[in-house]
């Protein structure tokens, strides 16, 4: 399906992005993985065969690590046909406790860090036959049940999805297709480092807004999804997919 094919998977050493590699080798294709996490980006390119994937150490809130890590990633493989923006980072609090380093970390990750990826990747795109660009949201952003006390995260998901309907008209003319996947909750080490009263405050509050909760999605669920928006025959685009657990199931309480 996705032969020949060679895409950028940022936060690709783990969780989501590491799912979505996964399924897009699966698929045929190749990927560069970008991430902080030099130990974790090792494993995770042997895990997926060096000759599949290739891994390159950067963060996204800086513009030099991405351009060279960028450009590194399309002369190992030769060409680039896509960019999938899935780093992102959340913690917990309510906006009137959040501290303002924390407030920033988000806002600078997944939503400036995001521009700067799209900013990088669209000329690395030229040539390629069928370009695009896949940007992670969240259900946060959209659905009321999901966990508490991550409005700011809520805010900066809310934001990726404004961006992404830009992007999708913009780069039109280019060829590039633009797509949103909504992920909702599935296991991940999404909650780790994260402060431990102000993440027991927010699953209190949580448990309290209504009884159940929906369980069932896995990792692969969103990099399924990612391999659908990428397959699209030129010409074809997934404006916005969302994914969601289907399975009710009574929530834990403290």
Aim: hydrophobic share 40%; glycine share 12%; charged share 20%.
């Amino acid at each position: 399906m996705l032969e020949n094919r060679v895409y950028i998977v940022t936060g690709g050493s783990q969780g989501f992005g590491l799912a979505i590699a996964e399924e897009l080798v699966k698929a045929g294709g190749q990927v560069g993985l970008f991430a902080r996490s030099e130990n974790k980006l090792r494993e995770a390119v042997q895990d997926l065969g060096d000759d599949r994937a290739f891994g390159v150490v950067g963060d996204v809130r800086d513009s030099a690590d991405i351009a060279a890590g960028f450009a590194a990633i399309k002369a190992h493989f030769g060409q680039l046909d896509g960019l999938i923006n899935n780093a992102g980072v959340a913690r917990p609090g309510t906006i009137a406790e959040i501290p303002e380093d924390e407030l920033r970390l988000q806002f600078d990750v997944n939503v400036i860090g995001l521009v700067l990826c799209c900013q990088a990747v669209v000329p690395l795109l030229a040539g390629s036959s069928n370009p695009r660009i896949v940007n992670i949201g969240s259900a946060s952003a959209v659905y009321r049940e999901e966990m508490r006390h991550l409005g700011i995260y809520s805010a900066s998901k809310m934001a990726v999805d404004r961006l992404t309907a830009e992007m999708r008209d913009e780069l039109q003319a280019q060829g590039i297709g633009v797509s949103l996947i909504i992920p909702g909750n599935s296991p991940t080490d999404f909650a780790a480092g994260w402060n431990e009263e102000r993440l027991v405050k927010a699953t209190k509050a949580w448990a309290d807004h209504g009884k159940f909760s929906n369980t069932g999605m896995e990792t692969s669920d969103v990099g399924e999804a990612v391999v659908h928006c990428v397959s699209r025959r030129p010409g074809v685009g997934v404006d916005s997919l969302t994914v969601r657990p289907n399975i009710q199931t009574e929530k834990f309480t403290w």
